[in-house]
């Protein structure tokens, strides 16, 4: 039976002054311990999820549970919350709050009144794990874009979340801090943390996520397994999203005939793809 974490019921939210919904009537679930990925159009409501499901905002109508329970929006619950929903936003300028690195990753900690000792801990585990040691006392605004990204994850993961929602995590990295970022996230993964991106990289998406979400005018479209999604052509094309780059190739008009070699070819290719 799926475990689900996040779910959100029939929810609405309009930012103020907005002539537009920004979330139309959404029903979505997150599973628990899958790497998902969600896609849209921008100003599909991707990011008014994210802040939505970690207590940043309330609802206009419909509920959010976490885990089976209502989330509640008195102080010390949503404390709670986001400690277990950690959110990493696009610019890493928007998190970084302190000197240096070592100062920003125990911020966090400090907010939570832990004993010096486990902050202490804590924080030169997060600096080994995230490959920050040498960085530990450099000033954060001495840090490059990629050095940055890494820290607002470390910032995020000291606290341990069972949820870690990542907005645009690879917008503007060029394909070495990519692949390290990408290294990071599966490291992530593997040690327990569920985790929903949102990306416009299709071609990441397939290769990486267990499980794909579809947005477009605030509700959700499409879900399901990569390679469920993605034989969705006609509905992604639709929406101006596509499909990655291996289903252009394989399944392109008058690439070949159609018939179950063919068929199983394509599938043995698009499961290597998912390797690489």
């Known amino acids: 039976m799926q475990e689900w974490l996040l779910e959100f019921e029939q929810v609405h939210y309009t930012y103020p002054g907005a002539q537009q919904s920004a979330l139309n009537g959404l ?78 990753i125990s911020y966090g900690l400090c907010n939570l009144q832990l004993p010096e000792a486990e ?29 940055k990204k890494r820290v607002s994850i470390a910032d995020v993961m000291v606290l341990r979340p069972e949820l870690l929602l990542l907005d645009e995590p690879t917008a503007y990295l060029d394909r070495l801090h990519t692949r390290n970022l990408m290294a990071t996230l599966r490291k992530i993964h593997a040690s327990g943390t569920t985790i929903l991106m949102a990306t416009h990289d299709l071609d990441l998406v397939y290769r990486w996520a267990d499980w794909i979400l579809v947005m477009d005018k605030g509700r959700l ?23 990655p780059l291996i289903y252009e190739m394989l399944f392109a008009d008058g690439v070949a005939e ?19």
Request: aromatic content about 8%.
């Open 27 to 104: 029903s979505v679930r997150i599973p628990a311990r899958k790497r998902c990925a969600l896609i849209g159009q921008n100003g599909c409501g991707k990011s008014t999820l994210f802040l939505l499901a970690n207590g940043l905002y309330k609802p206009d109508k419909g509920t959010i549970s976490w885990q089976g329970k209502r989330l509640q929006y008195n102080r010390d619950y949503l404390t709670t919350l986001r400690q277990k929903v950690g959110l990493i936003f696009q610019d890493p300028e928007q998190q970084l709050v302190a000197s240096t690195v070592e100062e920003d």
């Open 119 to 147: 902050i202490q801990q804590r924080v030169e585990q997060a600096l080994v794990e995230f490959g920050l040691t040498e960085l530990a006392q450099r000033p954060v605004h001495h840090l490059s874009l990629g050095q």
């Open 221 to 243: 479209i499409l879900e399901g397994k990569p390679q469920d999604v993605f034989t969705q052509r006609e509905i992604l094309e639709e929406l101006q999203l596509g499909v």
């Open 258 to 276: 159609e018939g179950p070699v063919l068929e199983r070819l394509r599938q043995r290719i698009l499961n290597l793809f998912r390797y690489f």
